[in-house]
């Protein structure tokens, strides 16, 4: 294993054709990567050759996402989104992804926000993952209507209380929003099933259009990115960081340009901060690194 083997960049970080974004992963020296469910329906020689694509690429799944306004829903909406959460499961078999994640719900038909209820309803959804063998990593959003940050859907986790559902946590939302690094102590680090990476261009949270997100050390969370990856290695979490950004810049370069800054990113993260205890890494030589 190389050092950055832990990271997976996100195809949505990516412009261009799903085999060209596979390609710059692969070209950058990523084994990993995450993959959106629209890239794999919207593949114009259909489903089938998106799978194709993401097989013959010899990337690892680490994920697909996302699965969105699960919980909290009733009646025929309630058996909709059943519905497509197994069609969702499905296609995580079929491209080899052992995860599947599930975004808090934002829609404003979610009317109850009782925490026993949507507890009962990330069981439901992790019991018709077990079949397939898929784990179920749900997530916080900065939109979610009930829930909206990782200390409430870590509790929400807790109280579902099922071996293969656990948490999905967004650093740069976590951090933007300004909450307590100190809680990600309440955390089994075995039930931290992903981390998302990103960060921002200026300090409001980085979520929903609020922030332009950048690639880790290229923004103004670089520090407490680095001490919150820190925290997590010593905390016990041995799992997949996924890179992520979402801005225009991005989706006007190249993938290969791109995957090439994930890259960077992904090395100050493996090498200057995991694998090194103090001080926190000199972020002026990232940045220069950045420019280039």
């Not at 009733?74 to 078999?93: F, I, N, S």
């Not at 979520?207 to 103004?220: R, W």
Request: with cysteine; net charge negative; charged share 20%.
């Amino acid at each position: 294993m190389t050092p950055i083997d832990d990271f997976g960049l996100d195809t949505a970080s990516l412009a261009g054709p799903l085999e060209a974004r596979l390609r710059a992963l692969r070209e950058a020296g990523f084994s990993r990567v995450v993959l959106q469910a629209r890239d794999l329906m919207s593949h114009p020689g259909g489903f089938e050759a998106a799978v194709a694509a993401v097989k013959a690429s010899g990337l690892q799944v680490a994920a697909l996402q996302a699965l969105r306004d699960f919980e909290g829903l009733q009646g025929p909406r309630h058996d909709y989104k059943v519905e497509v959460a197994k069609a969702m499961l499905e296609t995580c078999r079929a491209v080899g992804s052992p995860l599947l994640v599930a975004t808090s719900a934002c829609a404003a038909a979610q009317p109850g926000g009782d925490p026993e209820a949507l507890a009962r309803d990330l069981r439901k959804l992790a019991m018709l993952a077990v079949p397939p063998g898929i784990r179920i990593a749900y997530q916080a959003v900065a939109a979610g209507r009930h829930v909206n940050d990782f200390n409430i859907a870590w509790e929400l986790v807790s109280r579902a209380d099922c071996p293969n559902l656990g948490l999905a946590l967004d650093a740069c939302h976590a951090l933007g929003a300004g909450t307590s690094l100190e809680l990600l102590e309440d955390i089994d680090p075995e039930k931290l099933f992903l981390v998302r990476l990103a960060d921002a261009l200026s300090d409001a949270p980085c979520a929903d259009g609020a922030a332009v997100n950048v690639f880790p050390g290229e923004g103004v969370l670089a520090a407490p990115l680095a001490a919150l990856t820190l925290r997590l290695d010593r905390m016990g979490y041995r799992g997949s960081y996924a890179l992520s950004v979402c801005n225009d810049e991005s989706q006007q370069l190249p993938p290969a340009t791109v995957a090439r800054r994930a890259r960077r990113a992904a090395e100050w993260l493996s090498e200057e901060v995991l694998r090194r205890s103090a001080p926190l890494p000199n972020l002026m030589k990232l940045r220069g690194a950045a420019g280039g």
